[in-house]
């Protein structure tokens, strides 16, 4: 008489680790192209002040699953005296991301806003970023979306310091299955579990086909 095998709850617990192991590699492998593009490369201070900062075009680039990226580098420049500093007073800004998804070739953008407030002078700097725009923007491309969220905000240092400031955002991938955010590869006892399942599953088969004869 036939008799039928059920996996064992280990076994199957593996096998689904395995699959949820690779679809999560996959994911890894998504591919992207983006861009940084600030409304303005010099924001200049408030009712006539000589100082201002300056913004970096940052170049175009390209990554691999979620991962950070620099929005903006910022420098401070004034002349102005301690007891006459420039000021900005709400000094508007925005940044807006060109994101494209490298294995259909559509692309998007985002657009983050803010404004500066705070005051400069010759031998200092205080100068701190407002947003006014949510800080989180998703975008669908190619089925895959992509969510994109403002981080750090480092002030610059005073006028000359050789450290810029800088803005930074994170840009996290989910693939079109809908599995969720790519985190990481696989880890090692995925595999130990799955390969201690498998030899089980090819047994199991091996004696049905004995019985069956």
């Known amino acids: 008489m036939y008799k039928k095998h059920t996996l064992p709850p280990c076994a199957g617990i593996a096998l689904t680790l395995l699959l949820l192991a690779n ?3 996959r ?9 940084w593009e600030p409304s303005t490369l010099k924001v200049a201070a408030n009712a ?17 699953g979620s991962s950070n990226t620099v929005v903006t580098n910022l420098h401070a420049f004034s002349t102005a005296a301690y007891n006459t500093p420039d000021t900005f007073n709400q000094a508007p800004v925005s ?3 060109q994101l494209t998804d490298s294995a259909s070739h559509t692309s998007g ?9 705070g005051t400069i002078t010759g031998n200092s700097s205080n100068v701190q970023l407002t947003m006014t725009s949510p800080t989180t923007e998703s975008l669908t491309l190619g089925g895959n979306t992509y969510t994109v969220s403002i981080g750090t905000y480092t002030p610059p240092g005073p006028p000359g310091a050789s450290n810029a400031g800088s803005l930074n955002a994170f840009v996290s991938v989910a ?4 599995t969720g955010t790519i985190s990481s590869v696989p880890e090692p006892s995925t595999f130990v579990l799955a390969g201690l399942a498998l030899p089980w599953v090819g047994l199991s088969g091996w ?6 004869n």
């Open 23 to 25: 679809s999560s590699a």
């Open 175 to 178: 693939p079109a299955s809908g």
């Open 109 to 117: 953008s985002l657009t983050f806003s803010g404004y500066f407030s």
């Open 207 to 212: 004696r049905r086909r004995r019985k069956s």
């Open 48 to 64: 006539g002040g000589s100082g201002y900062l300056s913004l970096t075009d940052e170049p175009s680039n390209s990554a691999t």
């Open 95 to 97: 940044f807006t991301l």
């Open 27 to 35: 994911a890894d492998l998504i591919s992207w192209g983006y861009n």
